[in-house]
């Protein structure tokens, strides 16, 4: 498989949030290195998959929460990714609902990686 270490750091990243077990520190650093459209791209895909209706939702919204207003450079990265072409790529092409977290990733970093 293509970037496998790649799609490996963007799915830890994603999970750690989504499940909470990597500190915020960690998550913060995590997001400094990465590409903003994987960014905007990830706390989307959290945002739609966690709707007010989720079981889970107060925690995953909650830790997303805690990442924007933590840090000035989570905002500039979700701004900065918001008008990647990549973003208009997934947007128009897929929905975030429709993909599981890893298939969400594998797809995101190839087209981001290749």
């Given at each position: 498989?293509?970037?496998?270490?790649?799609?490996?750091?963007?799915?830890?990243?994603?999970?750690?949030?989504?499940?909470?077990?990597?500190?915020?520190?960690?998550?913060?650093?995590?997001?400094d290195e990465a590409d903003p459209a994987l960014v905007y791209l990830v706390f989307t895909w959290l945002r739609a998959r966690y709707g007010a209706d989720h079981?889970?939702?107060?925690?995953?919204?909650?830790?997303?929460?805690?990442?924007?207003?933590?840090?000035?450079?989570?905002?500039?990265?979700?701004?900065?990714?918001?008008?990647?072409?990549?973003?208009?790529?997934?947007?128009?092409?897929?929905?975030?609902?429709?993909?599981?977290?890893?298939?969400?990733?594998?797809?995101?970093?190839?087209?981001?990686?290749?």
């Open positions: 498989m293509a970037f496998e270490r790649e799609q490996r750091e963007a799915l830890y990243l994603l999970e750690g949030i989504e499940n909470g077990n990597v500190p915020t520190v960690e998550v913060g650093s995590l997001i079981p889970a939702a107060e925690g995953v919204i909650g830790r997303l929460v805690e990442l924007t207003n933590g840090s000035s450079s989570v905002n500039d990265k979700m701004r900065e990714g918001k008008s990647d072409p990549i973003v208009t790529w997934f947007e128009d092409e897929h929905s975030y609902r429709e993909l599981d977290s890893r298939d969400f990733i594998a797809l995101i970093v190839d087209k981001l990686e290749g």
